[in-house]
């Protein structure tokens, strides 16, 4: 159980390392660079409909593009862009609408001090709607946790991990992104479905789904409080 718990925090972790960056840097473009237009509409209708594909869909494209097209095997990478491809329509709509719901007073205050509209939003905007934003990635992190069809087909359904193998070249290396690795709710899947093999496979799918229900819980109290912390210091009250 120790391995699919970890595959799963790894796994996640490349999939926001991933899906954040390119989703925030999208919001800020849909929100302060993109003007009203046909070209503006164009990218929320496929915002919107990327965001309502249902994820075999999306495992199967992972499927074919990063596994069939490169000639790999089954691997976390594959797997967390697959996961980044149903997180990013969350996170960029997120940033979006946190920096345009701001008042219009952090942007002409940073103006009328003489800072550029890189800084205004590096340095002001970003900032300001920071514990938004964090949400938007919480969710999204929900959704890596308990991801399993899209993973089904990218990420594979063995794990073989040495962990006094630090290789990060080895296919046995904990921290190899290339290697086949089962999460927790591919794990779950495979004990619901193939169980017969296991006299316990009842039992493993109960404790594998606590497991990933407290971890998710954690994952989300955790993120809240740094969301919190962040907010009371932006907003000058003392802790």
Not at 49 to 70: A, D, E, N, Q
Not at 116 to 125: A, N, S, Y
Not at 141 to 170: D, H, K, M, V
Not at 199 to 206: D, K, L, S, V, Y
């Amino acid at each position: 159980m120790g391995n699919q718990l970890f595959n799963t925090i790894y796994l996640v972790f490349l999939s926001l390392l991933i899906s954040v960056p390119i989703g925030v840097a999208a919001g800020i473009y849909m929100a302060e660079y993109a003007k009203e237009g046909k070209m503006l509409s164009f990218l929320r209708v496929s915002i919107e409909s990327l965001s309502s594909l249902p994820s075999i869909v999306v495992g199967l494209f992972g499927y074919l593009v990063f596994i069939l097209m490169t000639g790999a095997k089954w691997n976390l990478m594959a797997g967390a862009l697959a996961v980044s491809i149903l997180s990013l329509p969350l996170i960029t709509t997120t940033t979006e609408d946190a920096i345009r719901n701001l008042p219009i007073g952090y942007k002409n205050g940073s103006y009328v001090l003489g800072a550029t509209q890189w800084q205004t939003i590096f340095k002001v905007l970003l900032p300001a709607c920071l514990p938004r934003i964090i949400t938007g990635v919480i969710l999204a992190a929900g959704r890596g946790f308990g991801e399993a069809a899209a993973l089904l087909y990218t990420a594979g359904q063995s794990t073989n991990i040495n962990w006094s193998n630090w290789n990060l070249t080895s296919p046995t290396c904990a921290l190899n992104p290339f290697r086949p690795g089962e999460t927790l709710a591919l794990h779950i899947w495979v004990m619901r479905t193939e169980g017969s093999l296991n006299p316990h496979a009842t039992e493993i799918a109960n404790f594998s789904s606590a497991i990933l229900v407290i971890l998710v819980l954690r994952f989300s109290l955790t993120a809240r409080i740094m969301s919190e912390r962040i907010k009371r210091k932006s907003g000058g009250s003392k802790e």
